[in-house]
């Protein structure tokens, strides 16, 4: 890929540049970078592991004064941020201030994800470069993610959170999520864990979440502080001061906290030590090495390589930490063992770890498609162009709220949608309700039934969105208009119902078979809510329906026949059937949705009337009967809609207008000068579009507007309203037959095909 | 489920008509394996069903539902059996290979109505992590995966094979292509297996079955019950990847929208002719539009278009009654040496009337454009006007190279040729092949 576009991305804007100039530094001198970066990581892990151990003594306020404090120490001393450099303004110190602020409290947010979910998880979680979580967010949040492999990055990358989320039975923590209040050795820690606890989760899965957070943070913490960092002079600098104020920050602080509460550490000498360890490794010799390698390395391999080792020592002490090899490694001695099993190695830590590895791996590397460039075409010499300029300024993308403000106009003009989209917030409030009040009194029935509830929704989310784009204007690739969005709705509409009738009739046989106990005392209150909540929705659409039926009766030329049509419907076919055939004179759309809204009824009053039967009677059969019964009535109500669609679709000929049409081609054949006609073909389009397409052949002495306009009439009397004719003249054919030799035979078979046609025009429309 | 088919004919005894539909397809000797298929299908998918309600697993029903989708493929491909054999009626009177595309776009919908379903299920497990029994689970999976590959392998399903090329890249191809794609950059040699695009039914099945085996995997070691469920809505998720663009294809032709290849080459076209004329053709189209046609410009039209695409020509005229008077010199082609006065403005025409075409004539069926009834008329009928208006337009055209504005003109009538007979003859090939031997 690269060497492919190579040359074009250099000569564009600047774009793919800073990537590609270090591509071709001898490999050799970057290894030195490489191990001393994988080196500096294993020691981070060992620092990192080292603080968990201080954390469970030392307070963490305390701890992160320390640190701070260390680290200022030697920045300043290595740094010399005062004697060198330009002076310092104000306004600069008052960002600094702010830089530190946030530092602190990212830092907290970090030590205290720590003490909850212990080493190995932090690690895994929280040292993820910048340039990792960006691509990552920018594949979550833009569409321009950069390819399927960026995704899947993005992928692997949820899956290992969520696999440290449910798959991993940390069981330890768990165990000490129960938490005595005189654990909590201040004021802030208790917060962060009253926090936790109002969010219902373990303590663990609280500090994954957490450090989730934090992660986010320092990432936007990082972007925001770059401007600054040049501002005052190098980020060397500016750690070094920030850190120095931060540590007068947390100064008084820390006073306060050593007066206030004693101390669970005997004595500070014997932690002078792991302190001087921590705050070299974890701080210092990592920020050095990141800002060396990031100079002599590119940021992705850098972030590649630096991702790798941490993980795996991770892995490697979160299983050997406790182990005796490692008492040399660990500068803590603590003199018992507590065989302390807590925050091990789990099976779904270590496959959320692979997945970290994978997914740090694909994220990091340098997306492939140059940057963002897109083809635009080719230069006189060849050349592919690309355009630098990104989709910022392509999809000016409006703001939320005004977005929802439009489209909510717009569903409100009109009473189709208008209608769906009240009922869809009646459905949508209740489900709520009942999932709301199910979480409440922990009732898996109803949070259940809220579920299906919400699949039924589906359906009138579908609904609206033909309702409304049924009415967007022609485009070039729909060139007769999105009308016909209405009837692939109503089809797709009815095979949801055929899907939910299968699926309740399969239901009901498995209860035939095998009745389950159920108990009933809960199921009528919701089912009459719901029954209530139909209900209203069939009250208003068969308003609708009524309403659109009398309007197609003032609008349409055959309003009688469409009406005897229908009662032959009514007189016909059974009493479950009768809605749906009524609904024929509104669209397809509505009728799926005022179907859909037939069958919820349907289900609801099979429930009530089943679980009367059982209390009064004690027919458990009834429950299997009644939804067997429900699931053959929704089938049978759907056949009509499907059948009407299927027409449609298949652009038959519109059954209300045969016999007009009949009429109307031999209306045509009367046609002064008109000696044929061939291929007429009608087809509803849409609900109201009434397509057709006719060829007619004339004596050549004829004039041609004048057929044209009589044939349009007469079609138009019949009720087409989409109608586009070819007039054919001898010479037409003639000039076919002129055009080349190779057209001789088809000639011929058009001539045939006329003969034919001509003597056949009385038949051939019935 | 036989919803497709089962409507055929709307009339009292459809059965009894059903019946006889399936004697007249029965009767060819191709759909014999389709049916002997069909019938292993039902077999497997019943014991699929059964080992589905014995394992309690979601993401075995997940995977028989694919099983199930194959059962909708096979019927289509009977479907496609029995529309070549039948002849248009008179209320059909486009015949009946809409059908075709119909019953792919109902298989595909309701497979993902069926995933819907699973995500829903799977979405109340969670809730409830019920437990699973791994007994049958692994069994099942290697029934349904290797039936599935061995139906689709087997059987020629023509136009599953046809939607599943022209209708874009799910997901899990792209994915998989990129994958393969860095796979080969390491051992080249298996460039040959893996660079071509993927079947994208193969490939779910394959998915599917891997994430199963996973399952099986995690259960039997840990019993991570939770697995099975988020192995359900990944295949949930993988069925929706795969049939999604499948449907919005079919859906697209089912909504009588302009093909996107007719679209494609309609803009080459207009590129080879030159930005001028594209330029001017817009303000062409414009007046076609607003019926604001002149006289000059129209016979010039006329004549040029009235064979060739008659019927569109009189759709604008129509909008706008008076100016309907427009459509219908074709036969005064003596009137064309005429309007050569007017240099390049009078060229707009003949690139502006091939645009136009483009809307109306919408995809009838996978093969054939526009609504044709006989298409080999037809597509000679398309083709034609164009080489017919170019033995025309050559007079002016000569003409107009000796007023210096003769190039474009050339390129508009290498366009037209290349452009436009490319298209019917590739539906010729493919119609001619479909037909015997589908």
Request: hydrophobic fraction near 45%; include cysteine.
């Amino acid at each position: 890929m690269e060497e492919k576009y190579g040359g074009d991305v250099l000569s564009g804007p600047g774009g793919g540049g800073g990537g590609l100039g270090p591509v071709d530094l001898p490999s050799a001198r970057l290894t030195k970078y490489i191990v001393l970066l994988c080196f500096t990581k294993f020691l981070k892990a060992v620092g990192l592991f080292e603080s968990y151990d201080l954390l469970k003594a030392v307070h963490i306020v305390q701890f992160i004064f320390i640190l701070k404090l260390g680290t200022a120490f030697f920045m300043v001393l290595f740094q010399k941020p005062f004697s060198s450099g330009k002076t310092i303004t104000k306004h600069q110190w008052i960002k600094i201030f702010k830089h530190a602020v946030a530092g602190c409290i990212i830092s907290l947010l970090w030590f205290f994800g720590l003490t909850l979910c212990g080493p190995l998880r932090t690690l895994l979680l929280f040292e993820h470069s910048d340039i990792v979580v960006i691509s990552l967010l920018s594949v979550l949040f833009t569409s321009s993610g950069g390819g399927p492999a960026k995704t899947r990055g993005a992928a692997f990358f949820i899956i290992a959170v969520i696999c440290l989320l449910l798959f991993d039975n940390d069981d330890l923590m768990a165990k000490m999520a129960e938490h005595p209040e005189g654990h909590h050795d201040s004021a802030l820690t208790h917060m962060l864990y009253t926090a936790i606890a109002f969010l219902g989760v373990a303590d663990h899965k609280g500090g994954v979440l957490l450090l989730v957070l934090a992660l986010c943070c320092k990432v936007g913490f990082h972007t925001a502080s770059r401007k600054l960092s040049i501002d005052v002079g190098g980020a060397k600098r500016l750690q070094a001061l920030s850190h120095l104020v931060s540590v007068l920050l947390l100064c008084p602080w820390v006073i306060v906290l050593s007066v206030t509460t004693e101390s669970k550490v005997e004595s500070w000498f014997s932690l002078i030590m792991p302190f001087a360890t921590v705050i070299f490794f974890v701080m210092i010799l990592d920020f050095y090495v990141d800002s060396i390698c990031s100079v002599k390395m590119e940021v992705s391999k850098c972030a590649r390589y630096g991702s790798f080792p941490i993980f795996i020592s991770a892995l490697l002490f979160g299983n050997f930490w406790t182990h005796p090899i490692t008492d040399q490694l660990r500068a803590m001695n603590k003199a018992a063992h507590q065989e302390s099993t807590e925050h091990v190695l789990s099976g779904g830590v270590v496959v959320s770890a692979i997945f970290f590895i994978l997914s740090a791996n694909i994220l990091s590397s340098p997306s492939k498609r140059g940057q963002k460039g897109t083809l635009i075409g080719y230069s006189p010499e060849g050349t592919p162009l690309y355009n630098f300029m990104g989709d910022a300024f392509q999809h000016s993308s409006q703001s939320i709220p005004r977005f929802i403000k439009e489209s909510l106009k717009q569903i409100l003009e009109e009473s189709d949608s208008r209608q769906i989209f009240y009922f869809l917030c009646l459905n949508l409030l209740f489900t709520f309700v009942e999932l709301f009040y199910g979480v409440l009194t922990n009732s898996l029935g109803l949070i259940s039934d809220g579920f299906h509830m919400l699949f039924d929704c589906s359906a009138l989310v579908m609904g609206l969105f033909a309702a409304l784009m049924s009415r967007w204007k022609a485009t070039r690739i729909f060139s007769y208009g999105y009308g016909r969005i209405e009837i692939l709705s109503g089809f797709i509409n009815g095979l949801f119902l055929i899907v939910i009738a299968f699926f309740v009739f399969m239901e009901s046989v498995a209860r035939l078979i095998d009745p389950p106990e159920l108990d009933t005392h809960m199921l009528t209150p919701v089912s009459v809510g719901g029954l209530i909540v139909n209900l209203i929705g069939i009250c208003a659409f068969s308003h609708a329906h009524s309403h659109a039926h009398g309007a197609s009766q003032g609008s349409c030329h055959s309003s009688d026949h469409n009406h005897s049509h229908h009662m032959h419907g009514h007189s016909d076919h059974g009493h479950g059937h009768s809605h749906g055939s009524a609904g024929g004179g509104m669209n397809a759309n509505m009728r799926g949705v005022f179907l859909h809204v037939l069958a919820d009824t349907l289900g609801s009053i099979g429930v009530i009337v089943s679980t009367i039967l059982i209390e009064q009677f004690g027919w458990f059969i009834a429950d299997p009967l009644c939804s067997l019964f429900i699931a053959i009535l929704i089938f049978l109500s759907v056949v009509p809609l499907i059948k009407d669609a299927c027409q449609v679709l298949l652009l038959r000929l519109p059954p209300e207008y045969e016999k007009e049409l009949h009429i109307a081609l031999e209306k045509i054949q009367k046609i002064e000068g008109l000696i044929s006609y061939r291929d007429p073909h009608f087809w509803r389009h849409s609900a109201s579009i009434v397509a057709g397409t006719i060829h007619i052949q004339v004596t050549s002495d004829v004039l041609e507007q004048r057929i044209v306009q009589q044939v349009t009439g007469i079609l138009k009397d019949a009720g087409v309203n989409n109608l586009t004719i070819q007039v054919e003249k001898e010479a037409y054919f003639q000039h076919m037959s002129g055009l080349s030799t190779g057209f001789h035979d088809v000639l011929a078979m058009t001539k045939q095909m006329e003969s034919m046609k001509y003597c056949k025009d009385g038949t051939y429309i019935m | 489920m036989g919803t497709i088919h089962l409507f055929r004919k709307p009339q009292r005894s459809f059965f009894g008509k059903l019946l006889r539909e399936f004697r007249l397809v029965a009767a060819d000797r191709r759909s014999w394996k389709i049916l002997l298929f069909g019938v292993i299908n039902l077999i497997c998918t019943g014991f699929l069903l059964m080992w589905c309600s014995s394992t309690n697993s979601i993401a075995l029903t997940a995977y028989t539902y694919l099983t199930i989708f194959d059962l909708f493929s096979l019927m289509t491909c009977l479907i496609s059996y029995w529309v070549t054999m039948r002849k248009p009626s008179p209320v059909y009177s486009f015949g009946f290979e809409r059908l075709e595309v119909l019953a792919v776009f109902a298989s595909t919908v309701l497979a993902q109505l069926g995933a819907l379903f699973i995500l829903k299920e799977s979405a109340e497990r969670f809730l409830e992590q019920p437990e699973i029994h791994t007994g049958r689970l692994l069994v099942g999976t290697f029934v349904a995966l290797s039936f599935n590959l061995f139906t689709m392998l087997s059987i020629r399903n023509k136009p599953f094979a046809y939607v599943s090329e022209a209708a874009s890249t799910s997901w899990l191809q792209e994915h998989v292509a990129d994958l393969s794609r860095s796979l080969c950059g390491i051992i080249p040699g298996l460039s040959s297996i893996f660079l071509p695009r993927m079947n994208p039914f193969v490939l779910i099945d394959l998915a599917g079955a891997f994430a199963l085996c996973i399952t099986y995997m995690l259960i039997e070691i840990n019993n991570y019950f939770a697995v099975d469920t988020a192995s359900a809505i990944a295949i949930a998720l993988m069925t929706f990847g795969t049939m999604y663009p499948m449907s919005v294809y079919s859906g697209k032709v089912l909504l009588q929208t302009t093909p996107p290849h007719v679209i494609g080459q309609l803009d080459k076209l207009i590129r080879e002719a030159g930005s001028v004329h594209v330029r001017i053709r817009r303000d062409a189209n414009e007046q076609m539009v607003l019926a604001h046609v002149t006289n000059r410009l129209y016979t010039l039209v006329s004549t040029l278009t009235v064979q060739i695409f008659k019927d569109d020509w009189i759709r604008p005229a129509l909008l706008s009654g008076p100016v309907a008077a427009n459509v219908l010199n074709f036969s005064d082609h003596h009137i064309i040496p005429m309007p050569l006065l007017k240099g390049a403005d009078d060229l707009n025409p003949v690139t502006s009337t091939p645009a136009k075409p483009s809307s109306p004539p919408p995809e009838f069926s996978f093969n054939t454009p526009g609504k044709n009834v006989n298409p080999v008329i037809l597509l000679n009928t398309q083709t034609r006007p164009y080489g017919f208006g170019l033995n025309h337009g050559h007079t002016p055209y000569s003409n107009m190279l000796n007023q210096g504005l003769g190039v474009p003109g050339i390129g508009a009538t290498q366009g037209l040729r290349t452009g436009f007979t490319n298209i019917p003859s590739r539906y010729g090939t493919n119609n001619r092949i479909g037909q015997p031997r589908p």
